[in-house]
């Protein structure tokens, strides 16, 4: 099983084909999620902001899929850094939607709270008993509490493992989709105890948290594709491999000193190391070579790499990882390298 031309290990495989099998276990269960939700909505807004949150839960799941079929394709000469931007571009799809889908929903619950709607939530008859509709919506949005919870908790370990982001934002807001559920019940719950503004609160809630993640993940996104420096899945922190690749290469005995330029192209990274050779020192091809491969060696995240030696370090490389992280007091990232 390959990212383009890269072979991931075993491990690796293990976890891609798991996340894809989570991906589809996603979708059958927003089916069911989307279908429930739908037909116990009546005119509360908080089922039609959860509806909603639940119908844009479908991207990411899709994105990834979508991105993971992409990526696998080798390199052509009209591509020749393969697909990988295919993770990237899946990741701004989801952020964008997300963001849209966020302020329309945002305005729709604050006007429907400014306008002081009061939504009816009248009575039902199942199976011949006589009911409040509003058991029913909340029986609906308590059975699409606890699945996405699960789903994100399997998610996030492969997500950091594979360096998926589309993943990550995926199993981000499977996490924190009991909010939603949780949002909507107090909403109905409110509507039943004549509190007619708790159902625009709660909608305006989960459409708050809708934008919130679409914001943070559009950041994130937009940096990656504009070539930001390489950082963790969560995009929190410099990725560590940057710094072992600096670090590995200044330990070479014909090395003085080196630093990385390292773009991430979705799951693998492209790097481009200058380093300048000891005084006395001229490296062969062969040491080039050696040095090289065994940079590709350290993770197989690095996909490609170039080789530059140099007399001395382009002026517009900014502080390296190392630096940057002593200057904050920092111990190192939290993204564990495979």
């Known amino acids: 099983m390959n990212f383009g031309h890269t072979e991931l290990p075993e491990e690796q495989q293990a976890q891609l084909r798991r996340a894809v099998r989570l991906a589809w276990l996603t979708i059958a269960f927003l089916v069911t999620a989307v279908t429930g939700v739908y037909l116990a909505m009546g005119s509360s807004q908080a089922m039609k902001a959860a509806w909603m949150e639940d119908m844009l839960s479908f991207i990411p799941p899709i994105a990834f899929l979508l991105a993971v079929h992409r990526t696998r394709r080798l390199p052509t000469p009209q591509h020749p850094y393969g697909y990988h931007r295919a993770v990237g571009i899946g990741h701004l799809v989801a952020a964008t939607a997300l963001v849209a889908m966020g302020a329309f929903m945002v305005f729709d619950s604050g006007s429907g709270l400014l306008k002081a709607e009061h939504p009816p939530v009248g009575l039902i008859e199942i199976g011949g008993q006589v009911m409040w509709s509003g058991w029913l919506m909340i029986a609906v949005l308590a059975y699409t509490a606890v699945p996405p919870v699960l789903l994100g908790r399997a998610k996030m370990p492969l997500a950091q493992s594979l360096h998926d982001r589309v993943l990550y934002a995926d199993a981000d807001m499977n996490k924190a989709d009991w909010m939603t559920a949780v949002g909507g019940i107090v909403g109905v719950v409110g509507i039943g105890l004549g509190l007619w503004w708790a159902d625009a609160v709660a909608a305006l809630f989960i459409s708050g948290s809708i934008l919130y993640d679409g914001?943070?993940?559009?950041?994130?996104?937009?940096?990656?594709?504009?070539?930001?420096?390489?950082?963790?899945?969560?995009?929190?922190?410099?990725?560590?491999?940057?710094?072992?690749?600096?670090?590995?290469?200044?330990?070479?005995?014909?090395?003085?000193?080196?630093?990385?330029?390292?773009?991430?192209?979705?799951?693998?990274?492209?790097?481009?190391?200058?380093?300048?050779?000891?005084?006395?020192?001229?490296?062969?091809?062969?040491?080039?070579?050696?040095?090289?491969?065994?940079?590709?060696?350290?993770?197989?995240?690095?996909?490609?790499?170039?080789?530059?030696?140099?007399?001395?370090?382009?002026?517009?490389?900014?502080?390296?990882?190392?630096?940057?992280?002593?200057?904050?007091?920092?111990?190192?990232g939290h993204d564990a390298t495979q």
């Open 215 to 332: 914001v943070r993940n559009m950041r994130v996104a937009v940096g990656a594709l504009m070539d930001a420096r390489a950082e963790t899945y969560d995009g929190h922190d410099p990725h560590p491999l940057v710094l072992r690749i600096d670090e590995h290469l200044a330990a070479l005995p014909w090395v003085a000193t080196s630093r990385s330029r390292v773009r991430d192209q979705g799951h693998v990274f492209h790097v481009e190391s200058f380093v300048v050779p000891a005084q006395g020192h001229s490296p062969t091809l062969a040491d080039l070579a050696t040095a090289r491969q065994s940079v590709v060696d350290l993770d197989w995240k690095v996909d490609d790499m170039v080789l530059i030696p140099v007399e001395e370090l382009p002026e517009q490389l900014l502080p390296s990882v190392a630096e940057e992280r002593a200057g904050r007091g920092e111990a190192g």
